[in-house]
């Protein structure tokens, strides 16, 4: 198929009905060029695209983690026991997610625009990038919830209206994710493909998806054959660490037995020349605070240390 | 406190209400010696004795592994959409859980006797042995639960009368225990403490255990605590190795988000002097194909291959 279709085609169907499966991905993983002066190399874009993820250890030093840290503990506080749409607060009053943590906290915000993140943003893209989105995952001891397979592009083409793969997910460690307190887990070369999804969204889908998602699941046939392809991988990453991932690489994570939170700052930066068009289920938009839609404008990368 | 207490004596009170927590373990870990003729090596003693598990690769081939998993096959076969007080079937109706698998089939009745088992726990146990349980574990891909922390030892003292700690469980891996398909993971060390848990036991407990444990489950403070000694292991072994546990081990599952399933055949010796009493609670015994009490005969080892 000629990628330069008609922004009226559909390339990426999904929730319609029982037709699913495994498809075509029609656009490149990555776009950008090996950086001779910094940036990733050719043998992590080699990786990245075959495996559809990347470990950036040590990004971040220790006391700019502690730092945002202890705004996140601060949330915490702020938020137990309140009402709030983009805040998802698990049954023992911790928060389980929280969306736009960029317009939350200058420091955050900050973050954002660092040019640790968004250098690598712009060199695998190859373009101007914005936020998509931006969120704080929490994965509480004991109690954190596991997470079906799913690729965010699913989502984020259905329920946001983005046409087309150029985006990609950058998840700052905060607590360090090992393999026993529930890790991202991962098909690698999922990426490659795209698994239409049975169903349909229900209306106001998403105040569903803070808590359990039901719609954009795909089937369990296909990431078993995803799966019987390059197998399963489970990504442990240090403190200060970034995973680096597509966003139509399939993933997911078990329930956190273990007595250590695993805890991710994930910024979701998509190309400039991809912004969202009506989201292709025919739905409303969802909030601002999940998918930008009005403010889309290139980040200026800005060098820093985070601290305020 | 003197190890020949009285037989009236508790030493491991568990489930009297909010009287609960870390307490002393008054049992040995290793009651036997090295073996300079095979079995186990003091290096191998000691590491059990201070992490409290050994994998020992490769004790079965191939070809058994395929023979006890046909079998497995076939139960599976006769017991979807049965009822079986035996079996616990998940809502597929997969086998979750299936006890008195030594009793099943002559099969397994060959495995629980064979002395590539048996002379492992006369070895760390120095005494005759008996079959206290035995049962097959099934993860299933995707909808396999997770199992909240627990030392077996706890239900066998509490539930089936089992005084002291001389008992172990043998887990031959039918299929591969891997990092990503819920293993079981553990507290190294922890098997030197006893937790004593906090609630009562409800009447006819085994018949909920089948599907999900309420009793017996010790406070997340307790596990907290003991974690911070020696951290979290998830246990991962290849198909035909066997997984060696102390009885009173705290040890766990997440759920299986992985296409793939996991399967062990677990055998739970116990030593012919450490034979039950009336169950600690104060209610009846559990069934005999959860706990055996009628016939407490030593096992004669059998060299064999297991095939039929």
Chains 1, 2 share one sequence.
Not at 273 to 293: D, I, K, L, Q, V
């Amino acid at each position: 198929m000629n990628a330069n279709v008609g922004a009226d085609v559909d390339l990426y169907p999904s929730r319609h009905g029982a037709d699913c499966g495994i498809q075509s991905r029609y656009d490149p993983i990555v776009y950008g060029e090996p950086d001779r002066d910094g940036g990733l190399t050719q043998n992590q874009l080699e990786r990245y695209q075959q495996q559809g993820y990347l470990v950036l250890d040590n990004l971040f030093n220790n006391a700019e983690i502690e730092r945002l840290i202890d705004e996140v503990t601060l949330w915490q506080q702020a938020f137990r026991n309140s009402e709030n749409d983009n805040v998802s607060i698990d049954e023992h009053g911790d928060i389980r997610s929280f969306y736009g943590i960029h317009a939350q906290h200058a420091l955050y915000s900050a973050l954002s625009k660092d040019t640790r993140l968004v250098s690598i943003a712009q060199q695998v893209l190859a373009d101007d990038v914005y936020l998509h989105q931006s969120r704080l995952t929490f994965k509480a001891p004991f109690v954190g919830q596991s997470s079906f397979w799913h690729s965010d592009f699913e989502t984020w083409h259905v329920e946001d209206g983005l046409p087309r793969m150029r985006t990609l997910s950058l998840a700052l460690v905060l607590t360090e994710n090992q393999l026993t307190n529930a890790p991202i887990m991962v098909l690698p070369g999922s990426h490659k493909s795209f698994v239409s999804c049975p169903g349909e969204t229900p209306e106001n889908n998403y105040l569903h998806t803070m808590r359990e998602q039901h719609a954009g699941l795909p089937r369990q046939d296909d990431i078993q054959i995803l799966a019987d392809i390059n197998g399963v991988d489970a990504i442990s990453a240090k403190k200060g660490s970034v995973i680096l991932y597509d966003c139509n690489l399939m993933h997911g994570s078990s329930n956190n037995l273990s007595p250590l939170p695993r805890r991710n700052a994930v910024f979701v930066y998509n190309a400039v020349s991809n912004r969202p068009r009506e989201p292709y289920s025919g739905m409303p938009a969802r909030p601002e605070f999940m998918a930008t839609r009005r403010l889309i404008q290139p980040i200026r990368a800005q060098h820093q240390q985070l601290h305020f």
